[in-house]
């Protein structure tokens, strides 16, 4: 019954050129896997979902717990290698989702995501109070990140007030009229690892993820 026993396991034995070759792909998987975290854009990192997707294709043939190790080192990897790419951006203005615009000696600087071209592109700014401040006709805009400066002027022709506002978007498209994503102007002050990944702290605007940074200026 042992022998029979030991046959059956040598039947199923990966064969040592097979086992090479199970070797060889491996290597190469993480040597293209570090690869990609090396060069990866700190704006759009890599991601987790995709590792592990890459992990599966190898877990058919060499099982996914011999992989443990390596995944658990990738992530530190990863994680080190997004700070320090986000080290980069201390120091550098930078547009993040938000809704705000800081009025600051005459000047206020802001910008607008647009999904899609727009015939029409209009921005409102508000006070505190929810009171439209200025409305800005933009024209007609190609999609991407549209900047602007405000130059504190109010519809009135007044001057506003320093601090902080709030604006709104709306672009027309065929006659269609959608609400847009806005972003904020931030200056980086610093850099921080969490749990969640890496931190990047813009000024009066907090901490924020690195996904919430849309351009470095």
Do not use: C
Request: proline share 3%; hydrophobic share 40%.
């Amino acid at each position: 019954m042992v022998a029979s026993v030991q046959n059956t396991a040598n039947a199923f034995a990966v064969p040592a050129s097979e086992q090479s070759q199970i070797k060889e792909t491996e290597d190469r998987f993480l040597k293209l896997l570090v690869t990609q975290m090396k060069n990866q854009d700190p704006l759009n990192p890599l991601d987790n979902a995709q590792v592990t997707s890459q992990m599966a294709q190898l877990s058919t043939v060499t099982g996914i717990d011999k992989l443990n190790n390596t995944v658990q080192a990738l992530s530190s990897s990863m994680l080190a290698s997004q700070s320090l790419q986000a080290v980069s951006m201390i120091g550098h203005p930078v547009l993040v989702t938000g809704d705000g615009v800081e009025l600051g000696n005459g000047q206020g600087f802001a910008a607008v995501e647009l999904a899609q071209p727009a015939d029409q592109l209009t921005l409102s700014i508000n006070d505190a109070s929810g009171r439209s401040v200025r409305t800005l006709q933009l024209g007609a805009q190609d999609s991407g990140i549209v900047q602007m400066t405000w130059d504190g002027l109010t519809d009135s022709g007044t001057t506003a007030p320093d601090g902080r506002y709030t604006i709104s978007a709306v672009s027309e498209l065929g006659g269609q009229k959608s609400a847009t994503a806005t972003l904020e102007y931030g200056l980086v002050n610093s850099v921080a690892q969490s749990q969640n990944g890496v931190t990047v702290n813009v000024g009066k605007l907090g901490d924020v993820s690195l996904n919430a940074i849309k351009q470095i200026l």
